[in-house]
T-cell receptor, first 115, second 116 residues
């Protein structure tokens, strides 16, 4: 099983809503990532969790709040988002933090629209 | 810091044409190099990788060789198909123990369209 599963696939939310994105992997990977991707652009790293601890936060606004409940799950809690936060949110995992000699596996993404 | 530069796109080819997408990088130490592909409406899939100089990654007819002397990792395919139409991203992962360890650095992406 080399799958990273993200739910939901699509999400429309208002600027006052609170929602969560979920990501799951069962490959035994101990590094998990959140990326944001705007149309026709490369993914931008948001957060890295290594061994369930937040190791990298790329100065992401506090309206995005990550959570890693266990080694298989990664959540991204959303609150008071802005329309410019509309994007494809990608989760990824790798066997070792940074995937130095190992690749990152990506999920299919959640297409988020903020109205 | 690390950086990846890909050739400007979009690239439009006829079926069975030869494909080259250039990728060069700047990094300290010994990064690992990757090509990812993104089909419309989907996430990224790893296409191939190389972890040390002179390694050749290959998959589905695509190849790329890790050239440290020219800091390049060009993607090639001898005969493209319509189904290869997608966005291709070159990426690197920093050297373990370095300040960029834990991050994938992506190129800007190259849109490939293959016509029948």
């Amino acid at each position: 099983d080399t799958e990273v599963t993200q739910t939901p696939k699509h999400l429309v939310m208002g600027m006052t809503n609170k929602k969560s994105l979920k990501c799951e992997q069962h490959m035994g990977h101990r590094a998990m990532y959140w990326y944001k991707q705007k149309a026709k652009k490369p993914p931008e790293l948001m957060f890295v969790y290594s061994y369930e601890k937040l190791s990298i936060n790329e100065s992401v606004p506090s309206r995005f709040s990550p959570e890693c409940p266990n080694s298989s799950l990664l959540n991204l809690h959303l609150h008071a988002l802005q329309p410019e936060d509309s994007a494809l949110y990608l989760c990824a995992s790798s066997r070792l933090p940074g995937g130095g000699n190992t690749e990152a596996f990506f999920g299919q993404g959640t297409r988020l629209t903020v109205v | 810091g690390n950086s990846v530069t890909q050739m400007e796109g979009p690239v439009t080819l006829s079926e069975e044409a030869f494909l080259t997408i250039n990728c060069t990088y700047t990094a300290t130490g010994y990064p690992s190099l990757f090509w990812y592909v993104q089909y419309p409406g989907e996430g990224l899939q790893l296409l191939l990788k190389a972890t040390k100089a002179d390694d050749k990654g290959s998959n589905k007819g695509f190849e790329a060789t890790y050239r440290k002397e020219t800091t390049s990792f060009h993607l090639e395919k001898g005969s493209v198909q319509v189904s290869d139409s997608a966005v291709y991203f070159c990426a690197l992962s920093g050297t373990p123990g370095g300040t960029s360890y834990g991050k994938l650095t992506f190129g800007q992406g190259t849109i490939l369209t293959v016509h029948p």
